[in-house]
T-cell receptor, first 111, second 113 residues
Framework: DAGVIQSPRHEVTEMGQEVTLRCKLI?????LFWYRQTMMRGLELLIY????????DSGMPEDRFSAKMPNASFSTLKIQPSEPRDSAVYFC?????????FGPGTRLLVL | QKEVEQNSGPLSVPEGAIASLNCTYS??????FFWYRQYSGKSPELIMF????GDKEDGRFTAQLNKASQYVSLLIRDSQPSDSATYLC?????????????FGGGTRLMVKP
């Protein structure tokens, strides 16, 4: 089993640029979660989907962040325009019941 | 007030000792409780979960749940340097929360040889 796949693993960009993070769920899982982790704030839930439908996006920081799930196995998280304070590790996790399995993360640095 | 609280540590224990990690939660209706381990620079990985009051053992790990006192703990017996990591407690709130988990801030464990 391949596990959760995220790309890119590292991203360095300049302030104002658009950033797109990608996530592929574990086959057969129906829930997807996007998290952001920083030293200061720990692991924060940004948004989660169930059966491709966004259920709770209250953690999305502001309108610069958007997430989509165009099909049952794939999701994107977009930041436009990016800012230095968006620098963090972004994880996606998938689950079929209660247990969440995390991807390797994308380390984002916005200069 | 955070919904899931953990002491950030670091908790330092000698090799071979028992490490005790604690977590308290505020939602009395919480149903399921999870422990994740996160090595530096890596993603969280599930160690174990517990649903019922009492103890649940898996190898060197024991999870303990006390719903009346709203705490859950993780004991690591015969601690090894390879157990040095941050341990995250996660709680599934009331049943209508779907599959969402609320994570604590994590406790950093250091096992010294």
């Amino acid at each position: 089993d391949a596990g959760v796949i995220q790309s890119p693993r590292h991203e360095v960009t300049e302030m104002g640029q658009e950033v797109t993070l990608r996530c592929k769920l574990i086959s057969g899982h129906n829930s997807l979660f996007w998290y952001r982790q920083t030293m200061m704030r720990g692991l924060e839930l940004l948004i989660y989907f169930n059966n491709n439908v966004p259920i709770d996006d209250s953690g999305m920081p502001e309108d610069r962040f958007s997430a989509k799930m165009p099909n049952a196995s794939f999701s994107t998280l977009k930041i436009q325009p990016s800012e230095p304070r968006d620098s963090a590790v972004y994880f996606c996790a998938s689950s079929s019941l209660e247990t969440q399995y995390f991807g390797p993360g994308t380390r984002l640095l916005v200069l | 007030q955070k919904e899931v609280e953990q002491n950030s540590g670091p908790l330092s224990v000698p090799e071979g000792a028992i490490a005790s990690l604690n977590c308290t939660y505020s939602d009395r209706g919480s149903q399921s409780f999870f422990w994740y381990r996160q090595y530096s620079g890596k993603s969280p990985e599930l160690i174990m979960f517990i649903y019922s009051n009492g103890d649940k053992e898996d190898g060197r790990f024991t999870a303990q749940l006390n719903k009346a006192s709203q705490y859950v703990s993780l004991l690591i017996r015969d601690s090894q340097p390879s157990d040095s990591a941050t341990y995250l407690c996660a709680v599934r709130p009331a049943p209508n929360a779907g599959n969402m988990l609320t994570f604590g801030g994590g406790t950093r464990l250091m096992v010294k040889p």
